[in-house]
């Protein structure tokens, strides 16, 4: 895969991942965890824009608490960053993004945003949307990349496909945005077409995303040039000043810039995506035993099917029980249906209430 200009990965990393307690918790959220398999889902993205032929280092955006672990990580699969930015506190994804732009060595470096975790099952579909959609973002577009829909899921955000933007590109114009919809209007989405799941992955020009901010989200852009400037710099670890960071607005990448600019495109793929944001998601896409349970860890099923068992210290054992998901992690267990699992939260929530 060849283009003219390396592309510069930026990761965010400051997610807390509360839908997957008790495995993720504030001090190892989720995407430090090996949920599946002998890396974690910030390794694996790492992994995916190791090929430096195609990518610069990355720029990892976290939270100054998770430094220790996001090191040991990086050193474990063998990935040298260009730069970590530590986020002083949590102000969502526009201005976590704003400091990356800052950050670049051209404002016309081409930046690919992607969450920390995410999985991607094929690759090599991934890079393609990326490489075809290089000509559009070189060209003042802010690119999104629409996941191809395989149901009418409830639990993410659509975009609507518009024009095309030429006849050998395979982008679009973003028609608009659609909210985490209920399973009715989901449902026509997918009968009429033209519509994306919203992965929360991106690509533009540094410069073209900051000048969006400043016509859109001035007083955010303001706060984030004013963290940058007063950082404190260790080797290619930044901290951006915590007074200025802090004063910026909180808010998505969606809202404050996205759903408001004019050139904004839209790239369909199909690469075995999935955000993983729920216990019910790692069950979709994991392979079951003969009766359709999903184990990891040692557990003993009897005339039990499609459940979830999650456990690496306590052995489970389970008789006559269908469609539920069981956790355990520890001294904590987590048991409630299948298809409850973005209700975790409320678990979390109810659990610091009473301490």
């Known amino acids: 895969m060849t283009q003219t200009d390396p592309v510069t990965p930026v990761i965010l990393s400051g997610g807390s991942g509360t839908r997957l307690w008790p495995l993720s918790t504030p ?26 032929s195609f990518y610069r280092s990355p720029v990892i955006v976290g939270a100054s608490s998770h430094i220790e672990i ?50 991607i099952k094929n690759i090599k579909a991934f890079q393609k949307a990326v490489l075809d959609s290089l000509p559009v973002a070189q060209s003042g577009w802010l690119v999104t990349f629409g996941i191809e829909p395989t149901e009418a899921a409830t639990g993410y955000g659509y975009i609507q496909q518009g024009k095309a933007i030429s006849s050998s590109l395979g982008s679009f114009a973003a028609k608009r945005f659609v ?26 020009r540094a410069d073209t995303y900051l000048a969006a901010m400043k016509k859109f989200a001035p007083e955010m852009l ?15 670890i930044h901290f951006p000043d915590a007074n200025a960071f802090a004063s910026a607005p909180s808010d998505s990448i969606d809202y404050a810039i ?9 790239t369909p793929v199909n690469p075995g995506w999935s955000d993983l944001g729920s216990w019910d998601s790692l069950f979709d896409i994991c392979e079951k035993d003969e009766q359709s349970n999903v184990i990891f860890g040692a557990a003993t099923t009897i005339d039990s099917s499609n459940n979830l068992i999650h456990s690496r210290n ?42």
């Open 27 to 52: 001090t190892r959220p989720k995407q430090f965890l090996d949920l599946f398999g002998p890396v974690s889902m910030f390794q694996l993205t790492l992994q995916r824009c190791a090929d430096k």
């Open 314 to 355: 306590l052995e489970i054992s389970v008789l006559g029980v269908t469609d539920l998901i069981i956790v355990s992690h520890e001294n904590q267990v987590l048991v409630l249906p299948r298809g409850q699992s973005q209700n975790v939260k409320k678990i979390t929530q109810k659990r610091a209430e009473t301490g």
């Open 258 to 266: 996205m759903e408001r600019a004019e050139k904004v495109a839209v």
């Open 179 to 204: 909210e985490k919809p209920n399973f009715e209007n989901a449902e026509k989405m997918l009968a009429e077409g033209g519509f994306c799941w919203n992965a929360g992955i991106f690509l533009f």
């Open 222 to 236: 303001a706060a984030c040039q004013s963290a940058m400037a007063g950082k404190r710099s260790d080797n290619e």
């Open 70 to 119: 996001m090191k040991e990580q990086m050193a474990e699969v063998g990935a040298d960053p260009g730069a970590i930015i530590l986020e002083p506190c949590a102000r969502n994804t526009a201005p976590a993004i704003a400091l990356a732009a800052l950050a670049a060595k051209s404002p016309s470096d081409l930046m690919l945003v992607m969450p920390s975790d995410h999985i």
